[in-house]
């Protein structure tokens, strides 16, 4: 073998070296990590459906002042605030429509994001470093908020996933939004994130007295397989997290106006992940979890055919919580009711003479309206592509589907109560008046 050729070959090899390096060669799966199916899919978009409202009239007060937006990122990470808030959608496009973002870049005139961790931080600088508009700095904002001498107050203050909860007390929680509150010139959204009180998923931590358990001890386990997670049990990153239900929420923000000598205005609460949180997976604080998030995560996975079965939620109540229980009991039954329906059409559906074999019995007009359009729009979908049998259809259309149809169930019979991993609120401080 020449000399050129060998050169050649340990040219070869060191660009795949590189490749393999840099993580382009990895095997991208959504069943697993921080980015999994029901990050992407459930998490970030029921998050963007909630804030839709909000920010669209956000965005035309600013327009109707011919002035762009600022938003300040309170616990940016590695930006996924910003791109959170630039996937928000217009929800009436139609088929035809291209451009759908509801933050347009020529609409947004600057965006500051703010995080503790340097690494972070510099991870975001790499990826967004190049656009002027775009700023990140390293700041702790349990502290107060970061603005510089000379800067102007934002018109959109985004804290996302949990961020709230790092305040372990109350105090300095309270000192940040009221400190916010008391810079506004005008007019200001501001969107807070903490983790549930009452999530299924650390239901033995549930306590009626709101004195008790307010911090729980959050392992960073979900990030490994079963396997892996047992055997790093000893290594796992541990977080102090503060735990909130409405009415913790309510006043803090209250107590936060209070001090402020304005309005803090609440616009409106929403639980997120009900069953998917990441700990349903791990069972780290309910025996009783079962590994729905992997299920639906399995729901839309490519080329993966899921098992009705391992959808199916069996709720455990606690004995004290009457009301928390009906509530999850009502959750459950309608999610149930939708998987097996669905379950009963795609064994009902031939697909040599492309329709049912049977007509499915109607829908119930007692069932929440929200359970009975995804009934209807479930038999449309099997109806519709049932018959395909080329791409997979039940794999990568009506699964898919399915579990967009559980994400509406869930998202439409929450309460905001802080039952689900995440409770989510908006707020407004509006000096206009």
Same mark, same amino acid.
């Given at each position: 073998m020449s000399q050129e050729t060998l050169e050649a070959e340990k040219d070869q090899m060191e660009a795949y070296t590189e490749a393999v390096t840099s993580g382009l060669y990895a095997k991208q799966s959504g069943l697993v990590g921080k980015y999994?199916?029901?990050?992407?899919?459930?998490?970030?978009?029921?998050?963007?459906?909630?804030?839709?409202?909000?920010?669209?009239?956000?965005?035309?007060?600013?327009?109707?002042?011919?002035?762009?937006?600022?938003?300040?990122?309170?616990?940016?990470?590695?930006?996924?605030?910003?791109?959170?808030?630039?996937?928000?959608?217009?929800r009436d496009a139609d088929l035809r429509d291209f451009e759908v973002a509801l933050l347009s870049p020529s609409m947004l005139g600057s965006y500051k994001g703010v995080d503790l961790n340097e690494e972070l931080i510099a991870q975001a600088q790499s990826i967004y470093g190049d656009n002027c508009k775009l700023t990140f700095e390293q700041a702790d904002f349990t502290q107060g908020i970061p603005l510089g001498e000379g800067e102007n107050p934002y018109d959109l203050y985004f804290a996302s996933y949990g961020t709230c909860s790092h305040h372990n007390e109350d105090e300095t929680f309270i000192r940040l939004l009221a400190d916010i509150a008391a810079r506004v010139d005008e007019?200001?959204?501001?969107?807070?994130?903490?983790?549930?009180?009452?999530?299924?998923?650390?239901?033995?931590?549930?306590?009626?007295?709101?004195?008790?358990?307010?911090?729980?001890?959050?392992?960073?386990?979900y990030i490994y397989e079963k396997e892996e997670r047992e055997q790093r049990r000893d290594e796992l990153q541990h977080l102090l997290l503060r735990l909130v %239900?409405? *009415?913790?929420?309510?006043?803090?923000?209250?107590?936060?106006?209070?001090?402020?000598?304005?309005?803090?205005?609440?616009? &409106?609460? %929403?639980?997120?992940?009900?069953?998917t949180g990441r700990h349903m997976d791990t069972a780290d604080?309910?025996?009783?979890?079962?590994?729905?998030?992997?299920a639906v995560n399995s729901l839309h996975e490519a080329n993966v055919r899921t098992d009705p079965s391992s959808l199916l939620?069996?709720?455990?109540?606690?004995?004290?919580?009457?009301?928390?229980?009906d509530y999850f009991e009502h959750l459950q039954m309608c999610w149930n009711t939708l998987v097996l329906y669905v379950d009963e059409l795609m064994q009902n559906y031939d697909v040599q003479e492309r329709m049912f074999s049977s007509q499915p019995p109607p829908v119930p007009?007692?069932?929440?309206?929200?359970?009975?359009?995804?009934?209807?729009?479930?038999?449309?979908?099997?109806?519709?592509?049932?018959?395909?049998?080329?791409?997979?259809?039940?794999?990568?259309?009506?699964?898919?589907?399915?579990?967009?149809?559980?994400?509406?169930?869930?998202?439409?019979?929450? *309460?905001?109560?802080?039952? &689900?991993?995440?409770?989510?609120g908006v707020f407004e401080v509006d000096r206009s008046k």
């Open positions: 999994d199916n029901v990050r992407r899919l459930w998490e970030d978009e029921i998050t963007r459906l909630f804030l839709h409202p909000h920010l669209q009239r956000l965005i035309e007060r600013k327009q109707s002042r011919m002035q762009r937006l600022r938003i300040m990122d309170l616990g940016c990470g590695s930006a996924d605030g910003y791109e959170l808030l630039t996937g928000v959608r217009h007019h200001c959204v501001i969107v807070c994130d903490w983790l549930g009180r009452y999530s299924y998923e650390w239901q033995s931590l549930w306590a009626n007295d709101l004195s008790e358990n307010r911090n729980m001890d959050y392992a960073v386990s %239900c409405r *009415q913790e929420a309510e006043g803090m923000v209250a107590e936060a106006g209070n001090r402020a000598g304005v309005e803090i205005k609440p616009l &409106g609460y %929403c639980d997120r992940s009900v069953f604080y309910n025996i009783h979890a079962q590994p729905l998030r992997q939620v069996d709720y455990m109540p606690k004995q004290g919580f009457e009301f928390i229980n007009a007692s069932y929440p309206p929200a359970l009975k359009e995804m009934m209807e729009r479930m038999k449309l979908v099997v109806e519709g592509v049932g018959w395909l049998g080329i791409g997979l259809p039940r794999e990568n259309i009506i699964e898919p589907q399915l579990g967009y149809a559980l994400r509406h169930l869930e998202m439409n019979l929450q *309460q905001g109560l802080g039952c &689900g991993h995440g409770l989510l």
